[in-house]
């Protein structure tokens, strides 16, 4: 070939390459400014479900359904569903978020806010984004996870977790503008610096709706809304009422604080907005769910126990200027940590013979929720997994009918669901062709205990609960059972005739579920948090007709989408899978298609560090005190009673660190570790207060070699930490 021939062929091949481009854009996304630009406009996302190939918003709709129309794979062809191609994360922890796929490109954020934009065909990544999170930020979340990313006109929008929210340009994945959510003229102090970002943003009518997260480190809970362009603030609604000295806040907030008692504003009071917020074009409002109250236990919070609005709520505002319009409080005065801020979708069902446009909430507190759209009036509300802490609710006032005792004021209770959820943050999904609500479910399990006798309550900053960490009640003692732990399960509930209609069993192992894809093709996508498998079932039935090997736990939604004709499956896979210490590969997106060939490498099998311990010679009083400590301001990460246990934070009873008290205060009094998410706590422990802690890790670590190898964890394990379910 001469060189002219050769010229003229690479011309051919470039002649070919951008036919084959064209082809990959819909019709009505050819419109747009073209491929990897993201160019999601409001009229795009108002008529999502017009472009069925797409994914452009964290629901898949407006309506939040995470219902695709596709239907090239179906019940009879998923059998055949392969990898098709996989793309590694620069990260093995705890996957949360539901990728994008808009015009041929995926985007996905990871575990601590790096953004992917992956070639949806061939795989290849076009760009990676890493906001550089301020490691100080990072110990003030309950976990290092991020669960999705909105798309706007040309950019990729999201919360980080050091509570900025970031705009990427798609094309180039350079950062567009980046807007501090809590900026110093909101004259928060100290506590501005304990709000995490989570959530996936929300984007509509050109405005960005996101919340803060924090509610368990004694924040003031918000949601607000910047211009989706620019970054700058439009609006912001506190759902609790801040300091009364600082003067009156309005009407809204008036009324709520005649529902609070004592001093709530020091410790933030809570009612985070940390995941589900829906924009709804029928009514023209924005629901989103707050958080719990801060701290949990409602006595130590204050003294008179009120219903602490707009806690543990749905609210409804006017998305452009954030004024109220309605609220239902699912749990007044929370005690559980109940929040209402698992996933919601709006939908049209036909009740007692009349069309509603209703809103849908399988709640962490165990019961589903059917609220009229426009008006908030609650329609329904029944147990879709194991209750016990209610007998009902009421729907004339709306309030739940609570069970004598599971206040925990005297005894412990052995709390269904426990604080992890008969459902938390892991979406739902609705299929207009069964009419069923497909729920990862859990049965929880959850020991409720007060803090001991004259305990103070924990100070802003510290992991402020108010209850007894790790209560371990006698067997057969316990109230009002002897269940503990989470089992996940794909259950179908009727939201019409109020029942569930078919559920799984359980999964075998134990452990959660991830979130929920259905299709047009009668299919539900479901992935196990323990069993690292991603599974296929029947919209009808509930027969598991598909199952893929993650090698890695699987806990976001999947979603899907259309390509040159060809439908695809991608899930965003990773984290600590019951029975290992660390997630024991990459975390990774898996992209399916029929006939995918692609495989997997093998997990580097883990060794786990040879665990030898200083010998533990302090008094039983240094080591009860480091043990108070270490619950108080550790354990949220590192797990309970110093026994780390299926997650991605370190095991402290195998660190070198506990041969050296200066290496040891070096990352938790001086931060050498800050960049890894270990920020300095000098402002909550002292020295001596260090010493005691290690001096517990100690003792403990030699409990644990005590115990010989294979005996498995010497007390429970941590009881938030194995769900991954990590929220704030
Ligand atoms: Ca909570």
Redesign the pocket.
Known sequence: MTIRNRAQGMGLMLCAALLTGNALLAPTAAKAAGRGAANVTAERLVKAADEPGQWMTYGGTYSEQRFSPLKNLDTGNVGKLGLQWYGDYETNQNQHGSPLYVDGVIYVSTARNVVHAFDAKSGKQLWKYNPMIQGERLRYNVGLVNRGIAAWNGKIIMGTLDARLVAIDAKTGKQAWSTDTVPASLGLGEMANRYAITMAPRVAKGKVFIGGSG??FGVRGWIAAFDADTGKEVWRFWTVPGDPAKGAEGAVLERAAKTWSGEWWKGGGGGTVWDAAVYDPVTDLLYFGT??ATPWNARVREPKSGDNLYTASIVAVRPDTGEYVWHYQEVPGDTW?Y?AVSPMMTADLTLGGEKKHVLLQPSKNGFFYVLEAATGKLLSADPFTEVNWATGVDLKTGRPIEVSGARYEKEPWNLAPGVQGGHSWHPNAFSPQTGLVYIPAWEAYFTMAGPPANSPPAPGGGFSLGIAMGTKVEPGKLLPYDRQGVRGRLKAWDPVSRKVVWETEPFANGGPTSGVLATAGNLVFMGNGGGKVLSAYDAKTGGKLWSFDAKTAVFAAPITYELGGVQYIAASVGGAAQGGYFAPTHARMLVFALGGKAVLPEPAPYTPPPLNPPPSTASAEVIAHGGELYTQYCSVCHGVNGVQARTSFPNLTVTPLLYVQDGFDNVVLRGARADKGMGSFAKDLKAADTVAVREYLIARANAVKAAGPGAGPVVPPAPRRETGHA?N
């Open positions: 509610g368990e958080g719990n940590d929040d929220e």
